[in-house]
């Protein structure tokens, strides 16, 4: 039989549920932290001290409030100099940031990426970018971790990217790899775009609050991050999520894979400019360029639109029915794809989901935009920290300067 | 849920000498949802709006607030209620910058000085509340693009602790890549709690935010439907015919179907 939590686990606990609050939520009153974790004052009081001894929160008189009474102390976390690096390995592009606890992007560096680059190539740049920014880190900082977000499939237990069929990598270990090159004593924390970008969004952005949420990303390809139940979804290898697989049209066209009539195929970059009659064009311009002559009346790109639009309902449909989302976000391309053609996802949709499952669905944009997988892959890192914040901020060794 | 409306349009009628504009007219906005105004070109989308920000009195009918009658014989008493219109031509002033645009006619003063500071200040946490961050408060509007005078018109209506804001076709005249961010804050208008009423004529635009859509056929109300139970084709019907299906309203039995409607 399990004996009850030590005194020890559940300061662990109150102290990691204090720093994911203003983490999460930014700068927040004692007063407000007292009722909304439902602890008492003095509580709060030492659990704050802790933290703000180990530099990981501050404490500060609140501006501009003129009301009778002493004011709260408002506890904020240490943004400025408490920080992950982010890494994102996109199909056009590799970027990186140094990431602030609470979000925020502290600096960040970004290179194009020619299509067909192969990992050796873009480990060492990336690893260029997060010493350039390591060399401004002011003194004192503290370094919690390294997230790294890939369009690929990611198994949890090392990191490795199994299958990047847009990338072309089979078994690459990017994580162990960055570190490396790095000279960091910990590999980085590797996990897939759309997971990563669920992850948040679901923190902070356009799906705050819900518990069951669908995240679409599109760029060559289609990836699926999951929260059912306030939890990420991945599956027990990790790679659950792939959407883009789910076979929709069994007489359909070849996909990468090796299968055939994909989610991708349809509604993936090449399907839409294949059918706007631009085949052989790539990238978010080129969609743009659709999306763009379609408003001017052109009615090859009009169709493609619709096309496409109709077959990103056919699989929402499919995968509200499964999974009765809250909200299901459009993220990457896929974004400029679902606004220019909202009424045929939307009239699928409609024709195809049970009442039930879609009638509060909320079809929405990211509200992080682009720096949902950096702003993600940071939370991995952040992640071991919250779980033990007074034990994980010794921990990693930052990489050397 | 029940989930009372914000805004109700019941009955209104208003005729502009012999020619009558609206009959009948009814029309529900929610907090916290785009309620998408459809209608074909004179179909009496912008008498409604006039008629419910008080620029024309209506002839008959009530509209109701917040579960109160109200008498909007004014565009002032509409702002009183929290009632905020933009229209299409955004009416900035060139040559002022961000701040005294959102607060002309309007400005905060201590003493006989403007407030500056103040008027600053709100700005900005309206600006930032609607995650803009692309402007600065002292550019003058001159400078702004397209899409950020949109912007900066729609916050206007915002600063004020508005509970209603009507846009007229936000997206019209607006690039792909404004488009897309415009229709990012109308839908984050909403997700802030606001009541939203978007009239467009982009059937993308309308499926894109809207919860609810109130199509007017010929200056009645064809139908009030969810967002999540109509497709495409059906809002065209009813923009179009005036119905589709059983929804709408339907042609007289008696009589050929689109023989006197537009006599």
Known sequence: MRAAPTQDEVRRQNLGALLRWVHLHGATSRAELTSLLGLNRSTIGALTADLAAARLVAEDTPKGLRRAGRPSLVVRPQSASVYAYAVSIEVDRLRAARVGLGGVVLDRRELPRPRGVQILETVAPLAGFVREMHRRVPAGAIYVGGGVSVAGMVRREDG?????????????????????????????????????AALAEHARGAAAGCDNVLYLYGDVGIGGGIIAGGRRVTGHGGYGGEVGHMVVNPHGKPCGCGSRGCWETEIGEAALLTAAGRAGATGRDAILAVVDAAERGDTTARNALRQVGDWLGFGVANLVNIFNPEAVLFGGTLRDVYLAAAAHVRSRLNEMALPATREHVRLRTPALGDDATLIGAAELAFERLLADPLDAAGSPVPPPR | MAVRPLLEVRGVDKSFGA????????????????????????????????????IYPIDAGQVVFDGRPVTVSSPKDAAALGI???????????NLDIVSNMFLGREKRSGIALDEATMEQMAHRTLASLSVRSVSLRQPAASLSGGERQTIAIAKAVLWNSRVVILDEPTAALGVAQTAQVLELVRRLADNGLGVVLISHNMNDVFAVSDRITALYLGRTAAQVRTSEVTHSQVVELITVGYTGSIGLLPDPGSYEGMGGRS
């Open chain 2, 84 to 94: 905020e219109v933009v229209y299409q031509d955004l009416a900035l002033c060139d």
């Open chain 1, 160 to 196: 490795l990217v199994r299958l990047s069929p847009h990338i072309g990598w089979v078994d690459e270990p990017i994580g162990i790899a960055l570190a490396a090159e790095l000279g960091g004593d910990q590999p980085m924390t590797v996990g897939n775009h759309a997971d990563v």
């Open chain 2, 19 to 54: 020619v009558q504009v609206l009959r009948d007219v009814a029309m529900n906005v929610f907090p916290g949802e785009v309620t998408a105004l459809v209608g074909d070109n004179g179909a009496g989308k912008s008498t409604l709006v006039k008629c419910i920000s008080g």
